[in-house]
């Protein structure tokens, strides 16, 4: 297929006479003014791991707790973007991981799962941020997981597998791109990596500004370039971050870090810049099954949102793209005498599970103090003496994994909540669905309906008005 054919321009309209009918405003499209059709910016953000059901939740938890909805849906509400349907498979299955789906955008191409844009017969393909560097434009990554971690990799480095984070780490002092944010101080701290290298002060020396804390983030105006790491692995999920003081004082939000990356990445810079922000721990939440730690960090990605969207409505130079990698879980509403009733528990949650489970492991030891420690967590949530056995026999078992490495209960627990929330889920793993993905600004009305995943990376050197020559 001819770049060329993937764009196209059409009109909703075409159809009108046979809406005549319908209420105006459910026809109202408010795509806006730009001030050209070619974007200067781009702002990619992925809700990683998000199924059509966890952006539905979210919506519906924000209007049970504040009244009002999500800003990812009231976009859709307002008619201020376009909206597509985006086939997610990788090159070896109709399931990808997140390695395979980011470097379809990242590098243009199909790739297995678990590569990094590179093809199953060794061909590497420059991602787009390497690309865009190229071009002049001022490039960069925000996530709530590891830096070095798969989605971001995707759009920066060619690499085989997506586990040898170290090296990705090395990768990125070499590209010297201009804002990195996130989580992995295991892969730049010299008392953490197996080849004790001090990735911070090699950073440094190539005249980064390096941040550790959140408090440095928020209070810096300079112009070098930022590596900000603040945490060893992923950054807290954004419910237990809320319920405890010191990791809010000391770790920004997703929408703190997208905030001042827009503002250091836009500062006086006439040829335009591309960041890619994640809600990478949406994934992981999906992972362990777990409603509250999905929801509130999906409403973390959602606030995330605003920040982008408030600066592109002013800027009308910028292109949003927001969407997800894949399902995961495929969370979803369970029908149900009371089904109302339990989802508005969800607003007395305070921790996620993986924090629930943490503390039983450490401090449980019977019945009742299991179940003492899920009500106070969960909304006076209550669970049976038969549950609490299962919660502490699950822990004299090896059922761990990648995003189980703690040997934690995520499925049982998660079973018994079911009934306290009436959601449900299909798995603990990816989903092949076809995935959201909407379009804001300039070039925007150049997306087709329905999509493949590899085909944003064209579009987005299309609308840049970037050459593919590199």
Same mark, same amino acid.
């Given at each position: 297929m001819k770049r060329r054919d993937f764009f196209k321009n059409s009109s909703l309209f075409a159809f009108g006479g046979l809406v005549s009918n319908f209420h105006p405003n459910i026809w109202v499209n408010n795509k806006g003014n730009f001030k050209s059709k070619k974007a200067k910016n781009i702002i990619f953000m992925v809700s990683d791991g998000m199924s059509s059901g966890t952006l539905n939740m979210a919506d519906r938890l924000l209007q049970v707790k504040n009244g009002t909805g999500s800003h990812w849906l009231d976009l859709y509400r307002e008619g201020k973007i376009s909206r597509a349907l985006m086939d997610t498979a990788s090159a070896d299955s109709l399931v990808t991981d997140s390695a395979a789906a980011s470097s379809s955008w990242g590098g243009g191409k199909?790739?297995?799962?678990?590569?990094?844009?590179?093809?199953?017969?060794?061909?590497?393909?420059?991602?787009?941020?390497q690309k865009f560097k190229k071009s002049g434009k001022k490039v960069g990554c925000v996530t709530s997981v590891p830096i070095t971690h798969a989605t971001p990799a995707g759009f920066c480095v060619m690499q085989k597998n997506r586990g040898d984070q170290d090296k990705i780490a090395e990768d990125y002092l070499d590209i010297e791109f201009d804002v990195m944010m996130g989580g992995g101080n295991e892969n730049f701290d010299a008392g953490k990596r197996e080849d004790g290298r001090d990735l911070y002060s090699e950073f440094e020396a190539k005249n980064y500004q390096v941040f550790r804390k959140r408090e440095e983030l928020i209070d810096y105006e300079g112009s070098k370039r930022i590596l900000g790491v603040f945490a060893d692995e992923a950054l807290p999920y954004a419910i237990d971050r809320a319920h405890d003081l010191y990791l809010e004082q000391n770790t920004p939000s997703l929408a703190e870090m997208a905030k001042h990356a827009v503002q250091h990445l836009s500062k006086n810079n006439d040829e335009g810049f591309v960041l890619q922000i994640e809600?990478?721990?949406?994934?992981?939440?999906?992972?362990?099954?777990? /409603?509250?730690?999905? =929801?509130?960090?999906?409403?973390?990605? !959602?606030?995330?949102?605003?920040?982008?969207? %408030? @600066?592109?409505?002013?800027?009308?130079?910028?292109?949003?793209?927001?969407?997800?990698?894949?399902?995961? /879980?495929?969370?979803? =509403?369970?029908?149900?005498?009371?089904? !109302?009733?339990?989802?508005?528990?969800?607003? %007395? @949650?305070?921790?996620?599970?993986?924090?629930?489970?943490?503390?039983?492991?450490?401090?449980?030891?019977?019945?009742?103090s299991i179940r003492e420690m899920i009500a106070s967590v969960n909304g006076d949530q209550t669970i049976t003496e038969e549950e609490a056995k299962v919660l502490l026999n699950y822990y004299q078992k090896n059922n761990g994994g990648l995003y189980n490495t703690g040997n934690l209960p995520y499925g049982p627990l998660s079973e018994m909540q079911k009934k306290y929330t009436s959601i449900g889920w299909i798995s603990m793993d990816h989903s092949g669905d076809y995935v959201e993905l909407a379009a804001y600004g300039p070039g925007s009305d150049q997306l087709k309906p329905f999509v493949k995943n590899y085909e944003l990376h064209h579009f987005m050197l299309e609308v840049t008005e970037v050459e593919d020559k590199f």
């Open positions: 199909r790739v297995p799962n678990g590569s990094l844009n590179v093809s199953a017969n060794g061909e590497k393909h420059l991602p787009i941020l809600g990478g721990k949406v994934d992981w939440a999906a992972h362990a099954n777990d /409603a509250a730690a999905l =929801l509130y960090d999906q409403i973390a990605f !959602d606030e995330a949102i605003k920040e982008v969207m %408030d @600066f592109a409505e002013k800027d009308r130079e910028t292109l949003v793209i927001i969407t997800t990698d894949h399902g995961n /879980a495929n969370p979803g =509403l369970i029908k149900g005498r009371d089904v !109302d009733q339990n989802f508005s528990h969800l607003q %007395d @949650f305070t921790h996620t599970n993986n924090w629930l489970l943490q503390e039983i492991k450490k401090k449980a030891n019977s019945f009742s």
